[in-house]
């Protein structure tokens, strides 16, 4: 006999399972490698190796349309961000993948140059 409960335990179950179940049981060994705004995309041509799991197979349809980060893909995925590291981590071990780091923000240039740049122009064409 079933009850109103089970359902809603076996959805919890599974929510607990299921990273555990997609990474193999196995966990990044360096995380230093991929960062939130990691950049990842999918190679031109990638190799053909053994059938890949489904959520390998969502992870490359997201990046073939260009850059995302691990945050994105995390995010579209609706998977933990450390599941996602692995995934991707995997991929781009069996050339599927490439990544890149983040585009580093503009340093700051000094005023005091910018100004000078500025009175030059205004001095030049008023």
Do not use: W
Not at 12 to 26: C, Q
Not at 43 to 58: M, N, S, W
Request: charged content about 25%; hydrophobic content about 40%; glycine content about 6%.
């Amino acid at each position: 006999m079933t009850t109103s409960d089970e359902p809603e335990l076996a959805q919890e179950t599974a929510e607990l399972v299921r990273p555990y179940v997609i990474t193999n049981g196995r966990d990044l060994l360096d995380d230093s490698d991929f960062s939130l705004i990691t950049l990842v995309t999918m190679h031109r041509e990638p190799p053909r190796t053994k059938p890949l799991d489904p959520e390998k197979l969502r992870l490359l349809e997201l990046c073939a349309g260009g850059f995302l980060s691990v945050a994105e893909i995390a995010g579209h995925m609706q998977l933990p961000v450390g599941v996602v590291k692995i995934l991707v981590s995997d991929l781009t071990e069996e050339g599927h993948l490439s990544t890149r780091a983040p585009i580093p923000s503009a340093q700051l240039v000094d005023r005091q140059i910018l100004e000078e740049v500025l009175n030059g122009l205004q001095a030049r064409f008023g």
